[in-house]
T-cell receptor
């Protein structure tokens, strides 16, 4: 059972385009994290959002946590080939599972020059 | 600062054989995690250690998987006997204290292929 659904699964775009990746769930999370993973490497944390409605910007990346803390989005402006990678969202557990991360399947992004 | 180290990077075995993976976390990190990442899926937590004690092993298939973290530093994950469905990347991660806002730092993983 996948707690977090990510869409789209694959995304192939040209350099300079904008894109949005979605992460949805019916469960409430204590936090929502976004990671990027490159081939042969482990995931690297990009951002953590903890407050419903929170928006964080990291250069060309904008992250939003839904008001109900069930969903999130990642928007990239003017994508570059260096943005290519697998983007994973992960929800933080609550109560007895506090501290556990539940990962989505990921969105494979390819940005062509 | 050195990152999380894992070895081996690749392992190919036949089903029913045994295999062990090693992880050295970032110095000073009390919390250590083992994840399984099957191709096309996100990482799934197998076990979490706080120092040398197990915090969460609810998703560890205990009939064939075992893990230990002696002295609260290095850790090993063992599979005995391996099944075809165990083919995956095994990721080790560590964090300072395992709190909600602590960053988990991942190692490069060990890619296991079971034939």
């Amino acid at each position: 059972t996948q707690l977090l659904e990510q869409s789209p699964q694959f995304l192939s775009i040209q350099e300079g385009e904008n894109l949005t990746v979605y992460c949805n769930s019916s469960s409430v999370f204590s936090s929502l994290q976004w990671y990027r993973q490159e081939p042969g490497e482990g995931p690297v944390l990009l951002v953590t959002v903890v407050t419903g409605g929170e928006v964080k910007k990291l250069k060309r990346l904008t992250f939003q946590f839904g008001d109900a803390r069930k969903d999130s989005s990642l928007h990239i402006t003017a994508a570059q080939p260096g943005d290519t990678g697998l983007y994973l969202c992960a929800g933080g557990g609550r109560g007895s599972t506090l501290g556990r991360l539940y990962f989505g399947r990921g969105t494979q992004l390819t940005v062509w020059p | 600062e050195a990152g999380v180290a894992q070895s081996p990077r690749y392992k190919i075995i036949e089903k029913r054989q045994s295999v062990a993976f090693w992880c050295n976390p970032i110095s000073g990190h009390a919390t250590l995690y083992w994840y399984q990442q099957i191709l096309g899926q996100g990482p799934k937590l197998l076990i979490q250690f706080q120092n040398n004690g197990v915090v969460d092993d609810s998703q560890l298939p205990k009939d064939r998987f075992s893990a230990e973290r002696l002295k609260g530093v290095d850790s090993t994950l063992k599979i005995q006997p391996a099944k075809l469905e165990d083919s995956a990347v095994y990721l080790c991660a560590s964090s300072f204290r395992g709190r909600l806002t602590d960053t988990q730092y991942f190692g490069p993983g060990t890619r296991l292929t079971v034939l």
